[in-house]
């Protein structure tokens, strides 16, 4: 069976196509064997994983830089961009409505666009040349991308930026060794084991950064469109002015200011919970299976310092002993007094 993938984005197609050129570079093939090899990347990689509307729409978003690369001065990338969403049109109508189609126009547009006005103020400062590049093209992605997402979801991640920085040195190696184990994978004997253990650990950090980003205090807010394009607008102006720096710690301000570090995650409230009560620590472990909580009547010994558990990490709470101890969806109990 051939592999399929659900969802891709034009970088992986850049990033397939882009191989193609440089793998042809270090063999000191000329511009046309170039690009009759990202051509051929490109028609494999298609072939490959499918005609599925999320691939033809990254494929055609990718032919705009080979376009490019083939008019030299005389076709402008945007112009390509263009020429492949008239295209994309007429091969199916039903795009002009779709936020996927809407996404990726807008991202290649952005980084076609913003992308050098971004990168020179950037580049002025000590940021290594990648990580500026790096932190242009999300910046750039994000500015025009988010008010789509603002006006289909409602609400936008702050994080983005930071989780594509990330795991960018992951991106690459993914496509490129997931292309070369999915097409080994059509042919007899295990051929994709190879592959797919050298791309685990870029796999490994791409879920650890999307984990840790998901779990920071302020991930996502609740935005409209106009509001969104009105804190990009500062951002822009922030950078193309010269201050980059200054507008990050702005931002960090901000962040700092809406996670309320000090404040404790909101409560679980304990009648949502299966709770278990005993008279004596000794009776816990007697707690029937699916308790949630198990609270001890027994007021002996002195308060405790730090967060009680079982050893299956059930809470166990003390309230004739410690006070009002609260527990938290992070896992977390808080006693009211800021013992622990």
């Known amino acids: 069976m051939t592999p399929k993938l659900q969802t891709i984005s034009g ?16 063999l000191t093939l000329g511009p046309r064997a170039q690009v009759a090899a990202a051509v051929g990347a490109l028609l494999g990689f298609v072939g490959l994983v499918g005609t599925e509307p ?20 005389r076709l402008e ?8 969403v008239i ?38 400062t000590r940021l290594p040349e990648i990580v500026a590049r790096a932190l242009a093209v999300a910046v750039s992605a994000d500015i025009v991308t988010l008010p789509i997402i603002a006006l289909m979801a409602g609400e936008v991640s702050v994080v983005s930026v930071l989780a594509n920085v990330l795991v960018a040195p992951a991106v690459a190696p993914v496509t490129v060794l997931g292309l070369i184990a999915a ?30 980003c998901a779990g920071l205090p302020v991930s996502t807010v609740q935005a409209e469109p106009v509001w969104v394009l009105i804190a990009y607008g500062w951002i822009i102006a922030g950078i193309v002015a010269g201050h980059p720096v200054k507008t990050v710690a702005v931002l960090l301000a901000w962040w700092i200011y ?3 570090v000090t404040r404790p995650p909101p409560e679980i409230p304990l009648d949502t919970l299966q709770v278990h009560v005993v ?9 029937p299976p699916g308790t949630q909580v198990i609270i001890v009547r ?31 969806p992070d896992g977390t109990q808080h006693a009211r007094d800021g013992r622990f």
Do not use: M
């Open 11 to 26: 970088a992986n197609v850049a990033i397939v196509t882009s191989f193609a050129v440089i793998t042809c570079r270090l």
């Open 54 to 73: 999320s691939v033809l729409r990254a494929s055609v978003t990718g032919l705009v830089g080979l376009l490019a690369v083939l008019g030299s001065t």
């Open 77 to 84: 990338p945007i112009h390509g961009l263009c020429l492949a």
């Open 87 to 124: 295209g994309l049109i007429l091969w199916d109508s039903d795009l002009a409505v779709s936020y996927g189609f809407a996404l990726s126009v807008a991202a290649t547009a952005g980084i076609i666009a913003l992308h050098p006005l971004l990168f020179r103020p950037l580049a002025r």
């Open 183 to 212: 097409g080994l994978s059509l042919l007899p004997g295990p051929l994709a084991w190879l592959p797919l253990t050298l791309l685990e650990p870029c796999t490994w950090w791409i879920h650890t950064v999307a984990t840790w």
């Open 258 to 260: 809406a996670a309320d």
């Open 279 to 287: 008279e004596k620590l000794e009776e816990v472990d007697s707690a």
């Open 298 to 328: 027994d007021p002996a010994g002195s308060p405790a310092q730090r967060p009680t558990v079982t050893r299956d990490g059930v809470p166990v709470l003390f309230p004739d002993r410690d006070g009002e101890v609260t527990l938290h």
